[in-house]
Each structure stands twice: as structure tokens, then as C-alpha cells.
């Protein structure tokens, strides 16, 4: 396993591991923007297809509204809205003007985007309303990119307003890893007692949501430390009291979010709030500089990352994807919880609020 810390170490390493494919790509994304890195990727996949790679594509209908309503209002697969789209696009531009430029944006099709549409070799499926959140290629099915970076240029530097984005992906180089990834979404079994992937499904065939229970878990059985970078972070009660109760057992507790979330801002803070009233400062909680798009939940047993925040629709509504991983003496944790020590380092402590 390769930990990749943001998008300018992850997005070398996929079109690297694109352009190298000599069989199958598989992409399943979220957001997938009409902007610079948006075109790199997809025109590394145009080039592989081109040489006879098999290309499957899957771009959530679901995101649309998020890529019409902020940064470039430019999708790559998604060029034109339903009324009720656009007018949910409006509301979130509204609600968050600081993400949205001002004017009417032409988002037209282009010839890039025409080429993949049309290309024999490359299968696109971008008009199904899905909710699903999680982001993972397969390459040859011998290597696979997990984590919680979509394809944008904000996750590969800053935003449109200059605040730097932070997220994590990870690559797996191996058969047995893309087996056991398989294993799971088709049958929901966990076949590795060192890694695991929990997930929420809403396949009509497979309905499964666990992530909620496997976060609560994480947090109940922390001995020692539990850490939490979360964007978006909502106050649930089954979750408060979960951090409320490790810290009262003596458990070391660090929670960094963003000082300034591009979404729900509001309620992080409401959260974060409550856990310091609860423990009388008691839990060191942090505010990022960066726009932390991380969702993370660590202790001194496992760590957790992918695409799953804290917060009811990640629980109940949306399909979601994260990675487990044994916390041991290895390569991967320790560079993990170096960047943790990173973002804390970097952030300013809350003391009261």
C-alpha cells in the first residue's frame, strides 16, 4: 500500500498508472469537473483506449449539482441540467457564494469529450442517479486507487479562492488487493484480517450500509489515542456521546476540521462546540488553514479513510467507500500519522468556542 497525501501526489501516480494499462481501466467517480486535471484525465484515458485498453467510466448523475454550483461550474460528462437541478445548483451557489464565480458560464461539449463518447473501446455511464460518493480506478485488476479525491483541479492545489484542499488516496499494487475489493462489493465479506473495506451499497441487488457502525466501533474501541479529520462533521448524538465516553475513559483525543469548510461550515462548528463544552476543553481540537476534504477516523488499533463524513446522508443516503487498516509498526501507518502531526502542526488550537 501507497499512501498519496492530496491530489499532487495522487494524480501523477493514476494517469502514470493509466497511461501504462495494457487491458482494462475501471474509474468509478463522484465529481469529475470540466477543468484542467478534469481534461488531463481524460485524455490519458482517450490515449489508453486508443491503444486498445478496455475503458468502463462511472460518473454519478448525483454530483451534477456540486459541479454546476461552485469552482468553474463546468462538468466534464454533465453539460446540460433538468430545471430541478438547476435550481438546486442555484440554491448551494447561493447558500456559498465564496465557491461560486459570478456571470453565466457556457459549459459546452467538447471534442475531447466527444472522442470518449464515442469511442468504441470506452463504455460511460453518467446519466444515473446513483448517490454514490465513492471514488476508485482499477487498472489491469492488478492495481487500485481508494481515498476521497474526486477529479478537480481544487483536490490537485487550491479553490477558486485560493484556500489549498488536503484529502488522501491510497494505492494498492496487487491482484489479491483488486480480488478482495471485488469480494466485498460483490458480497459484502471481508477476506483479510490486516485490511478491510467497509461500505454503504445501495445496490438494489446488495443493499448494505455499515459504515456507520464500523466508524462507531473505531471510536469505541480506542484505547489510547483517537484522532478524526472530518470536512464535513455533523453534532449526532450516537457520535458525541461515542467521543464524550473514550475521553472520559482517559483515551487522548485530536479532531482537526477546516477553519472554513466550503460546505456546512455552520454545523462543524456546532459540533466541535458541543465536544468542548462536553469534556471542558478536555479534547484538543483544531482548525485548519486548508480546506480539509478528509475523512478520517484513527486510533491506536485501526485507521480509517475514504469517502465517508460524519453526517446522516453519508450514513443513510449515499453509497460510500472506506479503507480499514491494521495500526501496526509499517511504512503506511507511520506515514500516515505523520501527516496527521502535519495538519495538526499546521492548524490553530481551539481552546474554548
Not at 465529481?31 to 462511472?58: F, N, P, T, Y
Not at 484505547?223 to 462533521?233: G, P
Not at 485548519?288 to 486510533?299: D, E, G, Q, W
Not at 463524513?309 to 511504512?331: G, H, M, W, Y
Request: net charge neutral.
Amino acid at each position: 500500500m501507497k499512501l498519496l497525501t492530496d491530489g499532487k501526489e495522487a494524480f501523477p501516480e493514476i494517469l502514470k498508472c493509466i497511461n501504462e494499462a495494457k487491458e482494462s481501466i475501471f474509474i468509478n467517480m463522484f465529481i469529475w469537473r470540466g477543468d484542467s486535471i478534469g481534461k488531463a484525465v481524460a485524455k490519458a484515458v482517450l490515449e489508453a483506449a486508443d491503444l486498445g485498453v478496455k475503458v468502463d467510466i462511472s460518473v454519478d448523475r448525483y454530483g451534477v449539482v456540486l459541479e454546476k454550483s461552485e469552482e468553474a461550474r463546468k462538468s466534464f460528462f454533465h453539460k446540460k441540467q433538468t430545471l430541478i437541478e438547476k435550481l438546486k445548483s442555484k440554491a448551494l451557489a447561493i447558500g456559498y457564494p465564496k465557491n461560486c464565480p459570478k456571470g453565466k458560464v457556457r459549459d459546452e461539449e467538447t471534442e475531447l469529450y466527444k472522442s470518449i463518447m464515442s469511442h468504441p473501446n470506452i463504455t460511460v455511464s453518467h446519466d444515473e442517479f446513483k448517490a454514490d460518493h465513492s471514488k476508485y480506478y482499477i487498472i489491469d485488476d492488478e492495481i487500485l486507487f481508494v481515498g476521497g479525491i474526486n477529479i478537480e483541479d481544487k483536490e490537485n492545489g487550491c479553490d477558486i479562492i485560493g484556500r489549498e484542499y488536503g484529502d488522501y488516496m491510497v494505492k494498492m499494487a496487487g491482484g489479491v488487493y483488486v480480488d478482495t475489493f471485488k469480494a466485498k462489493l460483490s458480497s459484502g465479506k471481508n477476506t483479510d484480517d490486516t485490511y478491510f473495506f467497509g461500505i454503504n451499497s445501495k445496490k438494489p441487488n446488495f443493499p448494505m450500509f455499515e459504515m456507520e457502525q464500523k466508524y462507531l466501533d473505531l471510536i469505541n474501541g480506542a484505547e489510547r489515542k483517537l484522532h478524526i479529520t472530518m470536512a464535513y462533521f455533523s453534532p449526532l448524538k450516537k457520535f458525541t456521546d461515542a467521543i464524550i465516553s473514550a475521553y472520559n475513559r482517559g483515551v487522548d483525543i485530536s479532531i482537526v476540521i477546516p477553519r472554513d469548510a466550503n460546505y456546512q461550515d455552520d454545523t462543524n462548528k456546532k459540533t466541535v462546540k458541543k465536544l468542548l463544552k462536553a469534556t471542558n476543553g478536555g479534547i484538543r481540537v483544531y482548525f485548519s488553514p486548508r480546506m480539509l476534504h478528509t475523512k478520517l477516523v484513527a486510533t491506536d488499533k485501526e485507521i480509517s479513510f475514504g469517502s465517508t463524513n460524519i453526517t446522516k446522508k453519508a450514513f443513510n443516503q449515499l453509497s460510500e467507500l472506506n479503507l480499514f487498516v491494521e495500526n501496526r509498526d509499517c511504512p503506511f501507518c507511520n506515514q500516515m500519522w505523520a501527516s496527521i502531526e502535519h495538519d495538526i502542526n499546521e492548524a490553530e488550537k481551539i481552546r474554548s468556542y
